[in-house]
């Protein structure tokens, strides 16, 4: 599987942005999807993910209410709206797959098998 991440850019705080990542390669049912990032200085951290089987879905409580992740079975393709864009949000945004899983923490970078190049977003205050 390869993704491909897009959608990234430089806005002001307040403002919104959706980020994409194309998925090439068999998706399965039961394989997740998520999206981290890395802001300066920081580790990477967990934002969002699905299943893609699935109907939940999973948010970090720093973006909870503000980001929704989204996805196109067809297109093979996850988004991430971004509303209320903060300082904070600013970082390198990664999406990532996993092999089909049955139980999974899809919060933790390591249930993830393949990763996207990043895609940085920039929110000025």
């Known amino acids: 599987v390869q993704l491909q991440a897009s959608g990234g850019g430089l806005v002001q705080a307040g403002e919104s942005l959706r980020l994409s990542c194309a998925a090439s390669?068999?998706?399965?049912?039961?394989?997740?999807m998520g999206w981290f990032r890395q802001g300066p200085g920081k580790e990477r951290e967990f934002v969002a993910a699905?299943?893609?089987?699935?109907?939940?879905?999973y948010y970090a409580d720093a973006v909870k209410g503000r980001f929704t992740i989204s996805r196109d079975n067809e297109k093979k393709t996850v988004y991430l709206e971004m509303n209320s864009l903060k300082p904070e949000d600013t970082a390198v945004y990664y999406c990532?797959?996993?092999?089909?899983?049955?139980?999974?923490?899809?919060?933790?970078?390591?249930?993830?098998?393949?990763w996207g190049q990043g895609t940085l977003v920039t929110v000025s205050s």
């Open positions: 990532a797959s996993s092999k089909p899983r049955l139980r999974a923490d899809l919060t933790r970078d390591y249930t993830y098998d393949y």
């Open positions: 390669g068999r998706t399965f049912p039961s394989s997740a």
């Open positions: 699905l299943i893609w089987g699935g109907s939940s879905t």
